[in-house]
C-alpha cells in the first residue's frame, strides 16, 4: 500500500523505542487478549456508515496500513482513537461520528491484530502491542501536519484504552513513549490487569487527565473475571483529575451500541469529557461533575 501523494508524514527519528517494545519478553504475553476479540464478536452489531475518507498510512518503512478519519466541517480538536484486539475503525461509526458532530475530527487507524488487516497472521501478540504504538505515532504526525494547532486527546476501546494510556504517559517502563500532543485519555473499558505487564507502577507515570467508562458487568471469560479491574488505571494513576464511571448492567461491548440506553450514556460521558478537557467547555465539565445517575458508581481521585 503506497502512501497518498501529497501528503507526507514527518518523520521522527529512530531510537530503537519500537524494537524494545516488539523485544518484551515472553513474559508479556497477552494470551488472554484472544477473549476479548471472541467477545467483542459475540455482540451483535448495527449497520454502519463509513468515516469521511479513509487514506493509506505508512506507519514504517516497511509497512503501510489505513486511515480512517472522521471530520467535521469545523475542527475544534483532534481525537486519536485505537480499537480494541480484533476490531476495526468502523466498527465504532455511531460512536466517532457523534464526536466528529461535536467539531472533533476522529483518526483512527487499522491495527495488524483487527480481523480486516491484510497479512495479520505474520504478527505476534507481542508484536501486535508494538505495531500498535507505531500505528499510533504516524497518526499522531499525520494530525499535527494538518491540524497543528487544535488540542489532541487519545482514545481507545479495551486494548486500545491501554495504547491510549501509553500515549498520556504510563508504562513508562517500556521506554518514553509519551505523545506530547495528547491532552487527555478516554477509554472505554481496559483489557484489565495483564499479567507481566500491568504492575502497580503502570499508571504512575500517566501525566494527563483521565476519564475511563465500564460497566459492572465488564468480564471477558478466562481473562476478566473481576469488573472491578477495569477501574485500575484510575487507582493506580496519581491523584488529580481521573474519573471513572461504572454504569450498571454495562458489559465490555458497552459502546457497541446495545443496549441503546447505555450506548447512549457511554456516548454522552465520552463526548462531555473531550468537550471540557480539549475545548474548556464549563457546561460539559458541569455534566462530569453532576452526582451518577440512579445505579451507578463513580470514582473521582
Given at each position: 500500500m503506497?502512501?497518498q501523494?501529497?501528503s507526507?508524514?514527518?518523520?521522527?527519528?529512530?531510537?530503537g523505542?519500537?524494537?524494545r517494545?516488539?523485544?518484551?519478553?515472553a513474559?508479556?504475553?497477552f494470551?488472554?487478549?484472544l477473549a476479548?476479540?471472541?467477545?467483542m464478536?459475540?455482540?451483535?452489531?448495527p449497520?454502519?456508515?463509513?468515516?469521511s475518507?479513509t487514506?493509506?498510512?505508512?506507519?514504517s518503512p516497511?509497512r503501510?496500513?489505513?486511515l480512517a478519519?472522521?471530520?467535521?466541517?469545523?475542527v475544534r480538536?483532534?481525537v486519536?482513537?485505537s480499537s480494541?484486539?480484533?476490531?476495526?475503525?468502523e466498527r465504532?461509526e455511531?460512536l466517532l461520528?457523534?464526536?466528529?458532530?461535536a467539531g472533533?475530527?476522529?483518526l483512527?487507524?487499522?491495527h495488524?491484530d483487527s480481523?480486516?488487516?491484510p497479512g495479520r497472521?505474520?504478527?505476534?501478540?507481542q508484536?501486535?502491542f508494538?505495531?500498535r504504538l507505531?500505528d499510533?505515532?504516524?497518526?499522531s504526525?499525520?494530525?499535527?501536519?494538518h491540524?497543528?494547532d487544535?488540542?489532541?486527546a487519545?482514545?481507545?476501546?479495551s486494548?486500545?484504552t491501554?495504547i491510549?494510556?501509553?500515549?498520556?504517559?504510563a508504562?513508562?517502563?517500556?521506554?518514553?513513549?509519551r505523545?506530547?500532543?495528547?491532552?487527555?485519555?478516554?477509554g472505554y473499558?481496559?483489557p484489565?490487569?495483564?499479567?507481566g505487564l500491568?504492575?502497580?507502577?503502570?499508571y504512575?507515570s500517566?501525566a494527563?487527565p483521565l476519564?475511563?467508562?465500564?460497566g459492572?458487568?465488564?468480564?471477558?471469560?478466562?481473562?476478566v473475571?473481576?469488573p472491578?479491574?477495569?477501574l485500575y488505571p484510575?487507582q493506580?494513576a496519581?491523584?488529580?483529575?481521573r474519573?471513572?464511571?461504572?454504569?450498571?448492567?454495562?458489559?465490555?461491548?458497552?459502546i457497541g451500541?446495545?443496549p441503546e440506553a447505555?450506548?447512549?450514556?457511554?456516548?454522552?460521558l465520552?463526548?462531555?469529557?473531550?468537550q471540557s478537557r480539549?475545548?474548556?467547555?464549563?457546561?460539559?465539565?458541569?455534566?462530569?461533575d453532576?452526582?451518577?445517575?440512579?445505579?451507578?458508581?463513580?470514582?473521582?481521585r
Amino acid at each position: 500500500m503506497k502512501q497518498q501523494q501529497g501528503s507526507r508524514l514527518p518523520r521522527r527519528p529512530a531510537d530503537g523505542r519500537h524494537g524494545r517494545v516488539r523485544a518484551m519478553s515472553a513474559r508479556h504475553v497477552f494470551a488472554g487478549v484472544l477473549a476479548l476479540v471472541l467477545a467483542m464478536l459475540a455482540v451483535a452489531q448495527p449497520a454502519v456508515a463509513a468515516p469521511s475518507t479513509t487514506l493509506p498510512l505508512q506507519v514504517s518503512p516497511g509497512r503501510a496500513t489505513t486511515l480512517a478519519i472522521w471530520e467535521p466541517a469545523q475542527v475544534r480538536g483532534v481525537v486519536l482513537f485505537s480499537s480494541g484486539h480484533g476490531a476495526w475503525p468502523e466498527r465504532y461509526e455511531r460512536l466517532l461520528q457523534s464526536w466528529a458532530d461535536a467539531g472533533f475530527v476522529v483518526l483512527a487507524p487499522l491495527h495488524v491484530d483487527s480481523l480486516r488487516y491484510p497479512g495479520r497472521e505474520a504478527f505476534s501478540l507481542q508484536q501486535g502491542f508494538g505495531e500498535r504504538l507505531a500505528d499510533m505515532r504516524a497518526t499522531s504526525a499525520y494530525a499535527h501536519a494538518h491540524w497543528p494547532d487544535v488540542p489532541v486527546a487519545a482514545a481507545g476501546h479495551s486494548l486500545g484504552t491501554l495504547i491510549s494510556a501509553v500515549l498520556g504517559g504510563a508504562l513508562a517502563e517500556l521506554g518514553p513513549l509519551r505523545d506530547p500532543t495528547v491532552v487527555a485519555v478516554l477509554g472505554y473499558s481496559s483489557p484489565g490487569r495483564i499479567a507481566g505487564l500491568i504492575g502497580p507502577d503502570s499508571y504512575a507515570s500517566l501525566a494527563v487527565p483521565l476519564l475511563l467508562v465500564t460497566g459492572d458487568e465488564d468480564r471477558v471469560p478466562g481473562f476478566v473475571t473481576d469488573p472491578a479491574d477495569h477501574l485500575y488505571p484510575v487507582q493506580t494513576a496519581p491523584a488529580g483529575d481521573r474519573l471513572a464511571v461504572v454504569l450498571p448492567g454495562g458489559g465490555h461491548n458497552l459502546i457497541g451500541g446495545e443496549p441503546e440506553a447505555l450506548f447512549e450514556r457511554a456516548r454522552q460521558l465520552g463526548t462531555a469529557f473531550l468537550q471540557s478537557r480539549l475545548l474548556g467547555d464549563d457546561t460539559a465539565r458541569q455534566r462530569l461533575d453532576a452526582a451518577p445517575l440512579a445505579g451507578e458508581r463513580g470514582l473521582r481521585r
